[in-house]
């Protein structure tokens, strides 16, 4: 990746901070390279291990905060620890995400630990999104974990995107729900080639009136290997629904393991999961309409994928 393109990126992260009144925090390489605070999001250093805190205020309302993260050299092995301290009724909007350019033969690996606490009566909505490229035969490895601590009535969006050029991730998401807290997940994947992902997510619904839903939908091609864990643990009266659904094609495998425990009586818990390959209507009707196998395929994945 050259300057000129990082160069772009930081101007159209400072637009992006200037036009929303966000914060943003730019790694490149395992260093920091540009950070900007807001009166009401403060972005401070780590003194003891890579990273930085992300302080948002009590009542913050419409600001973002963006920490890219871009690995441009191979064999490079990048860790990083990010807390989110979100305020009583703050109303904020995250976008996260980690994009790996490897032209060599080392592996090169992002290992990013987020960790939330969200005050009483806060939103966030959270955006991870994960992409890997580079003409090298080095692998491109990603494990995120995020944990998530929702106090009462507090409330959590969370989109997790990857959709290509990663060789390798492990994703571990465990999140823990007070009084009326509502966690959204939604997950989509695609897999290609030899490549693997494993995505366990742990919810642990503590408080009364708790809920939580979890929506995964995935492709798998070529030989890649997925395996989706998401387990359900409802210790007080609560609603939650994971739902899972994957299309499979050609020699991919694909394990999908909802799992779901109830410790109340009033704990409601409901999972579904679907495996299966592209619908031979959908693709005969678009076939029909002039277009080749490989045009109405990626329509039909990309319209899964949406």
Same mark, same amino acid.
């Given at each position: 990746?050259?300057?000129?393109?990082?160069?772009?990126?930081? @101007?159209?992260?400072?637009?992006?901070?200037?036009?929303? =009144?966000?914060? *943003?925090? !730019?790694?490149?390489?395992?260093?920091?390279?540009?950070?900007?605070?807001?009166?009401?999001?403060?972005?401070?250093?780590?003194?003891?291990?890579?990273?930085?805190?992300?302080?948002?205020?009590?009542?913050?309302?419409? @600001?973002?905060?963006?920490?890219p993260?871009? !690995?441009?050299?191979?064999?490079?092995?990048?860790?990083?620890?990010?807390? *989110?301290?979100?305020?009583?009724?703050?109303?904020?909007?995250?976008?996260?995400?980690? =994009?790996?350019h490897?032209?060599?033969?080392?592996?090169?690996?992002?290992?990013?630990?987020?960790?939330?606490?969200?005050?009483?009566?806060?939103?966030?909505?959270?955006?991870?999104?994960?992409?890997?490229?580079g003409?090298?035969?080095?692998?491109?490895?990603?494990?995120?974990?995020?944990?998530?601590?929702?106090?009462?009535?507090?409330?959590c @969006?969370?989109?997790?995107?990857?959709?290509?050029?990663v060789?390798?991730? !492990?994703?571990?998401t465990?999140?823990t729900?007070?009084?009326?807290a509502k966690?959204?997940?939604? @997950?989509?994947?695609?897999?290609?080639?030899?490549q693997?992902?494993?995505?366990?997510?742990?919810i642990? !619904?503590?408080?009364?009136?708790?809920?939580?839903?979890?929506?995964?939908?995935?492709?798998?091609?070529?030989?890649?290997?997925?395996? *989706?864990?998401?387990?359900?643990?409802?210790?007080?009266?609560?609603?939650?629904?994971?739902q899972?659904?994957?299309?499979?094609?050609?020699?991919?495998?694909?394990?999908?393991?909802?799992?779901?425990?109830?410790?109340?009586?009033e704990?409601?818990?409901?999972?579904?999961?679907?495996?299966?390959?592209?619908?031979?209507?959908?693709?005969?009707?678009?076939?029909?309409?002039?277009?080749?196998?490989?045009?109405?395929?990626?329509?039909?994945?990309?319209?899964?994928?949406e």
């Amino acid at each position: 990746m050259d300057q000129a393109l990082i160069s772009h990126m930081l @101007e159209t992260i400072a637009g992006i901070s200037g036009k929303t =009144g966000g914060a *943003f925090n !730019l790694r490149l390489d395992s260093k920091g390279v540009e950070r900007y605070s807001t009166e009401n999001i403060k972005i401070i250093p780590k003194t003891d291990r890579p990273g930085i805190d992300i302080l948002v205020r009590p009542g913050t309302k419409g @600001e973002s905060v963006h920490i890219p993260v871009i !690995l441009t050299e191979s064999g490079l092995n990048d860790l990083v620890y990010n807390d *989110f301290i979100i305020g009583e009724g703050a109303d904020v909007t995250i976008i996260a995400g980690c =994009g790996i350019h490897n032209e060599g033969h080392a592996k090169s690996e992002h290992d990013g630990i987020h960790a939330f606490k969200i005050g009483k009566n806060a939103h966030v909505r959270y955006v991870e999104k994960h992409y890997g490229e580079g003409s090298g035969t080095g692998e491109r490895v990603l494990n995120p974990t995020t944990l998530v601590d929702l106090a009462e009535g507090a409330s959590c @969006e969370m989109e997790m995107v990857q959709i290509g050029g990663v060789s390798s991730t !492990l994703r571990k998401t465990d999140a823990t729900l007070g009084k009326n807290a509502k966690l959204l997940i939604t @997950e989509r994947l695609m897999t290609h080639d030899a490549q693997t992902a494993t995505s366990d997510v742990v919810i642990h !619904l503590n408080g009364e009136d708790s809920s939580a839903q979890v929506i995964s939908r995935s492709v798998a091609k070529d030989t890649s290997n997925q395996v *989706f864990h998401p387990i359900a643990q409802g210790n007080a009266r609560c609603h939650a629904h994971i739902q899972c659904d994957t299309i499979l094609m050609d020699e991919a495998h694909v394990r999908s393991i909802p799992e779901i425990e109830a410790n109340h009586s009033e704990a409601a818990i409901i999972h579904e999961a679907a495996i299966g390959r592209i619908n031979n209507e959908q693709m005969l009707k678009l076939e029909t309409l002039g277009l080749d196998e490989s045009e109405a395929e990626k329509i039909i994945i990309d319209a899964f994928l949406e």
